[in-house]
């Protein structure tokens, strides 16, 4: 544990007694946030063994930073904002392209090689190099997106400031996020992996192998898979009812990846709209 790590323990043991009056937290916090801001630090990541490790202390910093600043006036050329944390700035020295209308939050990562099209990235959230995030997109708090991912038009991607544990959503590299999924509360997608349009993805959601009918896990797409939106019937005492599922309707050769025609065709060929 380094000094920093434990000194940000200690104040959130005091995060109901602290104020922005209190400098010294505020000190070691705005550390935080800029090591995050500059990729020094992320609030997760994924070990080589595929395990997510969660850096609480990290997040805690996030939590404590609103806690220490108050609320404070932003002008951005014509635009007025109230908040307590400024917008991230200094794109071109990133080699990040923003397209008006974008905006992304001090105190998340973008990796050299971003796009943002009008949308959204969360403090705390990292997003990998060559990743494109698309019209009217949301990155929340905290969620890691990998390099050479397409969030498409209007996904969201949920973020997780609180409970204490828990793991962000993780999109894995390569990956394709159809138009208008959701994809939240720790769910995740992995490496090379395709949603198709209007998915939504979370821990409660069984995602299931259309050949077999085997139940691979909850809230996680595997590597190199192509899923789409998909219900089974369940019966319950008051009658029957189709519940959501992710449908895996196609395996990937690791390292394959379609382009926008070859995929439409995979979507076409099992019914589902793209």
């Given at each position: 544990?380094?000094?920093?790590?434990?000194?940000?323990?200690?104040?959130?043991?005091?995060?109901?007694?602290?104020?922005?009056?209190?400098?010294?937290?505020?000190?070691?916090?705005?550390?935080?946030?800029?090591?995050?801001?500059?990729?020094?630090?992320?609030?997760?990541?994924?070990?080589p063994g595929g395990a997510v490790t969660v850096h609480e202390w990290v997040r805690r910093a996030i939590l404590l930073l609103?806690?220490?600043?108050?609320?404070?006036?932003?002008?951005?050329?014509?635009?007025?904002?109230?908040?307590?944390?400024?917008?991230?700035?200094?794109?071109?020295?990133?080699?990040?392209?923003?397209?008006?209308?974008?905006?992304?939050?001090?105190?998340?990562?973008?990796?050299?090689?971003?796009?943002?099209?009008?949308?959204?990235?969360?403090?705390?959230?990292?997003?990998?190099?060559?990743?494109?995030?698309?019209?009217?997109?949301?990155?929340?708090?905290?969620?890691?997106?990998?390099?050479?991912?397409?969030?498409?038009?209007?996904?969201?991607?949920?973020?997780?400031?609180?409970?204490?544990?828990?793991?962000?959503?993780?999109?894995?590299?390569?990956?394709?996020?159809?138009?208008?999924?959701?994809?939240?509360?720790?769910?995740?997608?992995?490496?090379?992996?395709?949603?198709?349009?209007?998915?939504?993805?979370?821990?409660?959601?069984?995602?299931?192998?259309?050949?077999?009918?085997?139940?691979?896990?909850?809230?996680?797409?595997?590597?190199?898979?192509?899923?789409?939106?998909?219900?089974?019937?369940?019966?319950?005492?008051?009658?029957?009812?189709?519940?959501?599922?992710?449908?895996?309707?196609?395996?990937?050769?690791?390292?394959?990846?379609?382009?926008?025609?070859?995929?439409?065709?995979?979507?076409?060929?099992?019914?589902?709209?793209?």
């Amino acid at each position: 544990m380094t000094s920093l790590e434990s000194r940000i323990d200690a104040w959130y043991e005091r995060i109901d007694t602290l104020t922005p009056d209190n400098v010294e937290a505020r000190r070691d916090v705005e550390l935080v946030i800029t090591k995050l801001d500059d990729g020094q630090l992320r609030v997760a990541e994924v070990e080589p063994g595929g395990a997510v490790t969660v850096h609480e202390w990290v997040r805690r910093a996030i939590l404590l930073l609103f806690r220490l600043r108050g609320i404070q006036r932003y002008d951005v050329g014509p635009f007025e904002y109230a908040d307590k944390l400024e917008l991230k700035h200094d794109f071109e020295r990133r080699g990040v392209r923003v397209v008006p209308g974008a905006s992304a939050r001090r105190g998340s990562f973008l990796s050299p090689g971003v796009i943002l099209m009008p949308s959204y990235v969360n403090i705390g959230a990292w997003v990998g190099a060559g990743t494109m995030v698309d019209t009217w997109a949301t990155v929340g708090s905290c969620a890691q997106i990998g390099a050479n991912v397409h969030l498409a038009g209007g996904v969201g991607i949920g973020g997780v400031l609180e409970p204490a544990n828990a793991v962000p959503v993780v999109i894995e590299d390569d990956a394709f996020i159809g138009s208008r999924c959701m994809i939240v509360e720790g769910a995740r997608v992995g490496r090379g992996s395709v949603l198709g349009a209007g998915t939504i993805l979370n821990p409660s959601i069984p995602v299931i192998d259309a050949q077999t009918g085997d139940e691979l896990s909850r809230g996680h797409v595997p590597d190199f898979c192509v899923a789409v939106s998909a219900g089974r019937r369940r019966e319950f005492p008051g009658g029957e009812y189709v519940l959501p599922c992710v449908l895996v309707i196609r395996r990937l050769s690791e390292g394959e990846r379609h382009d926008k025609v070859a995929l439409n065709a995979i979507l076409r060929d099992h019914g589902v709209a793209t």
